[in-house]
């Protein structure tokens, strides 16, 4: 067995005991958090105004100044290195916060935290902990991550800027870095680079990871000129020789792509957190818009077409909320999140483009102006999709690391009346978890999702076999299956927790955001399921690759 | 200069208030606490003389419950030295005399130079505790102030009057003062201040309790407002506007 809920869901097994109970923080975390929080807050409503740092560019230095004596860059750093260690719960609730003071500063802070810091805490030795730590947990210095290149955006492997070994033993650095997230602001580089001077064993490609200070002569590129979070500073970078002591390479040579993984896989459900923020700050600016706008003689908000959008945005929401921190809490049990990770981003990611969509719907004309917030946060919104692994890399992701283990079963030609061989042939149908009365069906749902994914799942590896790595429509829709799934055991499990402290009726709100939840998540998984039996993927398939050969519309 | 600040932990301001089943409380089991905001100007005020003086001790004194610590660690975090928690579970039923007892009792044995008070606590809206605290310690009392400076002894205070009037006084130490909106502007929680809290002590204590002289029998949410009327557009509707608020609203 493994450690994660959703690789299960793969083999047909709903894992209760790593579902149930809900994780909370203790009295004195949420203590802490809450007066950090209220800092961010309180300064963020007086001071940072986000309409003139999306038209500068630029978040004001004095604001950057402030934000680090409020300790935005030093919430992961540990308390022995100047910080104020918080756990990965904490984090992430902070950077749900931020998205709704301003996005630019939540990328900033998750550029520097999640991203350009985490290599030092993850594999840094005492003496380079102690070397910046201290100065990146006060902001003295901003931190930026560097991986990714020109040739070698989601093919991240593909890198090739290099760090040959000089003499001394020290390295020089030459080549260009992409879409460098604080990069414009940052004074510590994060830095990933090949180093053919340590060959790897398996003759893999040999990367490692470096702590690069700006002053050491990296080239500072232009700002891109973007759609969205354009406070937020992104650059390239160019490194012509320059210089970085041995001293600095952080973590085993030649396993620098691991470490960069490692990170990535770590670091999502922060974004997934901060498209919580900014979704619920829209959910409440469309709730005021549709109760204060008057048409008909009646607000708007009275209308179905419009409660079906306010409606639809709460129940996606709730069911963020709940996959989010299920995920943290699994990581603050020290539990690997990656596939978790991956699909509270995917989720997060794509609720909250289905918020902003629906939010600025629901304001009508003048959504789409500058005198609302609405269309600033659509263009701060697309990004997420695309970066910290797009949707659809992450799809890939979630769906081949699922079907590993059936697979590897498959292959070992388990019989199938074994227990995982019910299962997984979907005859068997897991447990329900146990939850509180006025969610048993919703539960027996979760169960039988399950069973259908496990079922979908052999069929794909039958059907496909040594092909199904490439099968993106099949793996795409097994990956939403098991999304969905995952986002019913949060919810539920949250339910429970919540119906276990307040009681029935103390919960009533709760309940009736579970319920729609889980039927929208369940609808959407029987929906992916189907796909695999009834599309019409052939035809989609010829009719683009048509369009490739014409250059555009066929014909 | 000793300073003691009272605080109060209140739902925060934008809470939806519900009356709770017995009719006589509000419904905490969703409500989300803050310092009294008034409170704060308090705190801020101390912070800021102790820190002028470059010496001195602030100290947080609270009636609340055992949750009430989350407060007060908000106040250490913000700048004060240490806190005393009057811990009781029913803090939110008595009334201002028997609270301003237990405050007065807990004050008495710090020799402070000041006791400052935030002009009222948000949630009943009474402002009683500040002025009845003075009388139990026998000390001077200004409420409501929005200047305050101390020297030798002194402390010199501003507020507003009957119709705008800036009313100053000079006040011996000690004294007993309620801060209003206006004094300062309360600083945010820094990290350090935040880490630093962690060590702080919150002295928790037995409260005094004397016996009260009000008891509360209902409460019930105000009726729903009325939707609002637009009289009319632009000058044309001036007049129109200023008789109906003179004749229908009557608050002309």
Known sequence: ?555 | MKIAVCVKRVPATDTRIKVGGDGQSIDTAQVEWIVNPYDEFALEAAIQLREAAGEGEVTVVCLGPAEATSELRKCLAVGADKAILLKDPEAASHDAQVTAGALAAAIEGLGVDLVLCGKLAVDRDQGQVGVLLAARLGLPCVTEIKALAVADGMATVERSGDGGNREKFEVTLPAVLTCDKGLNEPRYASMKGIMQAKKKPIDEVEPQLGSGLLDVKSLELPPERAAGKIVGEGVAAVDELVRQLHEEAKVL
């Open chain 1, 1 to 555: 067995m493994s450690e994660s809920i959703l690789s299960d869901l793969f083999l047909g097994e709903l894992r209760s005991d790593l579902a149930l109970p809900y994780p909370v923080l203790d009295g004195d975390q949420q203590e802490l958090l809450g007066m950090l929080r209220d800092s961010l807050k309180r300064y963020g409503a007086d001071h940072i105004d986000s309409e003139a740092i999306d038209r500068a560019h630029a978040i004001p230095e004095e604001v950057l100044r402030n934000l680090g004596e409020l300790g935005l860059f030093s919430q992961i750093v540990p308390e022995e290195h100047g910080g104020i260690g918080l756990n990965n719960t904490q984090y992430v609730k902070v950077c749900e916060t931020l998205t709704a003071i301003d996005g630019a500063v939540a990328i900033l802070s998750g550029g520097h935290s999640t991203l350009g810091i985490k290599a030092l805490l993850l594999e840094g030795t005492d003496a380079q902990k102690q070397r910046y730590l201290p100065r990146l947990a006060t902001g003295e210095m901003i931190a930026a991550f560097a991986l990714s290149e020109a040739g070698a955006g989601s093919d991240a492997q593909a890198l090739t800027t290099t760090a040959r070994r000089t003499e001394s033993g020290d390295y020089r650095l030459d080549g260009n870095k992409l879409w460098i997230t604080n990069g414009g602001v940052a004074d510590l580089f994060t830095v990933f680079a090949r180093t053919p001077d340590h060959p790897r064993a398996d003759g893999r490609t040999s990367i490692s990871c470096f702590m690069v200070e700006k002053s050491a002569g990296i080239q500072i590129g232009p700002e891109e000129d973007k759609l969205g979070i354009r406070g937020s500073s992104t650059v390239p970078l160019v490194f012509d020789g320059v210089p970085v002591p041995a001293d600095n390479l952080v973590g085993e040579p030649g396993m620098g792509f691991k470490l960069a993984l490692r990170i990535l896989n770590g670091g999502r459900t922060g974004l997934a957190a901060g498209c919580l923020g900014a979704a619920r700050l829209l959910l409440a600016e469309a709730a005021r818009y549709t109760s204060e706008r008057e048409q008909f003689g009646q607000p708007i908000a009275r209308f179905e077409l419009i409660q079906q959008k306010l409606a639809r945005m709460a129940h996606d929401i709730h069911a963020l909320d709940c996959m989010v921190y299920l995920t943290t809490g699994a990581v603050d049990a020290g539990r690997d999140v990656a596939l978790e990770a991956a699909a509270c981003k995917v989720f997060g990611t794509e609720t909250l483009w289905a918020v902003v969509n629906d939010a600025v719907q629901c304001a009508g004309g003048n959504g789409f102006t500058t005198d609302y917030p609405f269309e600033r946060m659509l263009r701060d919104a697309r990004v997420n999709m695309i970066f910290e692994g797009t949707n659809e890399i992450l799809r890939l992701m979630i769906a081949r690391t699922g079907l590993a283990e059936p697979g590897r079963r498959m292959a070992a030609g388990v019989p199938s009346q074994e227990h995982y061989g019910r299962r997984i042939s979907g005859a068997e149908a897991p447990d329900p978890l146990t939850v509180p009365d006025g969610l048993q069906a919703d539960a027996l749902a979760l169960s039988l999702a399950t069973a259908e994914l496990a079922r979908a799942s052999a069929k794909a590896l039958q059907d496909h076999g040594e092909s199904l790595p490439g099968r993106q429509l099949v793996l795409g829709a097994l990956a939403d299956q098991s999304i969905a799934a995952y986002g019913q055991a949060a919810v539920l499990s949250r339910a429970t927790a919540v119906v276990e402290r307040l009681g029935e009726e103390g919960a009533a709100a709760e309940l009736q955001l579970a319920k729609g939840a889980c039927r929208r998540l369940a609808r959407w998984g029987r929906e992916s399921a189907a796909s695999l039996r009834d599309n019409d993927d052939e035809v989609l398939l010829a009719t683009a690759a048509a369009v490739t050969a014409a250059g555009g519309m066929p014909g």
